[in-house]
């Protein structure tokens, strides 16, 4: 499975982005994608998960209420809706595909990241 995120940015506090992660090859074996981010100098973080099914969605503390996870399992593609951007969320945000949850060692395939930064 081949993975392309794209959709970062630059974006003022309180605005908003939408990431995509378009998914190629095997794609019939997508249980679940998640997105992490990894900002300067910090080790990685869960952001939210979802199965490809779309029975499950799950997210980290920093993205509940803020943050939507979702798929268009016909388009191969997964998005994270941002809202609320805090200047700590600048961070290279990153998809990632498998039999996950929480964990990036669970996932097997990962996208390139896509950079965003807050800021005014």
């Known amino acids: 499975v081949q993975l392309q995120a794209s959709g970062g940015g630059l974006v003022q506090p309180g605005g908003s982005l939408r990431l995509s992660c378009a998914a190629s090859?095997?794609?019939?074996?997508?249980?679940?994608m998640g997105w992490f981010r990894q900002a300067p100098g910090k080790e990685r973080e869960f952001v939210a998960f979802?199965?490809?099914?779309?029975?499950?969605?799950y997210y980290a503390d920093i993205a509940k209420g803020r943050f939507t996870i979702a798929r268009d399992s016909a388009m191969n593609t997964g998005y994270l809706q941002m809202n609320r951007l805090k200047p700590e969320d600048t961070a290279v945000y990153y998809c990632?595909?498998?039999?996950?949850?929480?964990?990036?060692?669970?996932?097997?395939?990962w996208g390139q990241g896509t950079l965003v930064t807050v800021s005014s």
């Open positions: 990632a595909v498998g039999f996950g949850s929480q964990w990036p060692h669970e996932y097997d395939y």
């Open positions: 979802i199965r490809w099914s779309g029975a499950e969605t």
């Open positions: 090859g095997l794609t019939f074996s997508i249980d679940t």
